[in-house]
């Protein structure tokens, strides 16, 4: 019985540590995809960019 209450004791810590860990490699991944999103759509933002200019230089007849 007293190997069975230590057993108990020591489960709600594995128990904390076995969820912490999902969670920080959650958190990981969860930054590296905002950090892959926010990348994305800056090259994105910048190729919108460049399209409107050249197609601003188009309408004024500055290329041919």
């Excluded at 490699?25 to 460049?50: I, K, N, P, Q, T």
């Amino acid at each position: 019985m007293a190997e069975a209450q230590g057993n108990d004791s020591q489960s709600p810590g594995e128990d904390s540590r076995e969820r912490a860990r999902p969670e920080q490699v959650l958190e990981h991944w969860g930054r590296r995809a905002g950090r892959f999103l926010a990348v994305a759509a800056s090259r994105v933002r910048e190729e919108a960019e460049d399209i409107w200019a050249e197609a601003q230089s188009i309408k004024r007849g500055e290329r041919e």
